[in-house]
């Protein structure tokens, strides 16, 4: 059985724009939210002044939601079962880029440093998809060599990005939370 769900089903003019997938597993879920944000910082990238806010913005709430979902379901499944470590660098990259998610979301197109931010954001996302996605060795890969049920992290993980997504809908999203890093 294959589990649907619309990826960012609004963007910021309330047009659905991303059509319905299926995904087969907890780790092509994750991979298919990997994709959509690397799409939506090409879209940043060659915006124009005026429109690079509202994508920020996006990008900023799907890593707020994709990190959530790792953090809370997704990462503590594997916590024993992969690289400890490689679980340890995970949390501390994805803190990294909630640093600057909470700065992008607090400021605006025309701050100083704004355009330089989403692109730092978009180099260290860059970087930990490439470590979770790494052929034999990366976390992905070792989830797969795990004794993990992969299917039912798929339906948990599903269900909390939905509850996240209607949050974002709503009342919007709260800032992100550190999990490892103490400022």
Known sequence: MKFRLFLNPLDHSGVSHVPSQEFTDAIALLKADHRTVEDLFAKFEKAGEGDKQAIAEEICNDLKIHSMIEEEIFYPALRGKIDDDLLDEAYVEHDGAKVLINDIMQGGEGDDFY????????????????????????????????????????????????????????????PAQLTAVHI
């Open 115 to 174: 355009d330089a931010k989403v692109t730092v954001l978009s180099e260290e996302i860059e970087h930990h998809v490439k470590e979770e996605e790494e052929p034999g060795e990366g976390m992905f890969a070792q989830a797969r060599k795990a004794e993990v049920d992969l299917v039912a992290l798929r339906d948990q993980l599903m269900a909390r990005k939905e509850e996240l997504m209607a949050m974002l809908e709503s009342d919007g999203l709260p």
